[in-house]
Nanobody
Framework: QVQLVESGGGLVQAGGSLRLSCVASGRTFSIYTMGWFRQAPGKEREFVAAIRWSGGRTYYADSVKGRFTLSRDNAKNTVNLQMNILKPGDTAVYYC??????????????????WGQGTQVTVSS
């Protein structure tokens, strides 16, 4: 089992920044990819960014490329999502997820088997 705890959400004005963190515990040695997804009211959960636990290769949704940066600290079992130039369209509940299956590009929620509880990000115009 892997447990994930997110932190760092909040309310920010458009153009501002927030940093989300996700701490993993438990069988962290089994993690292959860590990802962030978001879900706005009435919408499906969508991919935001992912990082390979070993090697650090990153993947981003087109909507966040150039604005969001995902990094990892393996020693602390933590991934951090730095979100800059936030827009009202970024408003959603953000979820951290872990995939233990060695998928080359884990970009879909169904490819992840562990999830955090979610943290609210609200961007005002």
């Amino acid at each position: 089992q892997v447990q994930l705890v997110e932190s760092g959400g909040g309310l920010v004005q458009a153009g501002g920044s927030l940093r989300l963190s996700c701490v993993a515990s438990g069988r962290t040695f089994s993690i292959y990819t860590m990802g962030w997804f978001r879900q706005a009211p009435g919408k499906e959960r969508e991919f935001v960014a992912a990082i390979r636990w070993s090697g650090g290769r990153t993947y981003y949704a087109d909507s966040v490329k150039g604005r969001f940066t995902l990094s990892r600290d393996n020693a602390k079992n933590t991934v951090n999502l730095q979100m800059n130039i936030l827009k009202p369209g970024d408003t959603a509940v953000y979820y951290c997820a872990a995939a233990t299956t060695p998928i080359v590009q884990a970009l879909h929620p169904s490819q992840y088997n562990y999830w955090g509880q979610g943290t609210q990000v609200t961007v005002s115009s």
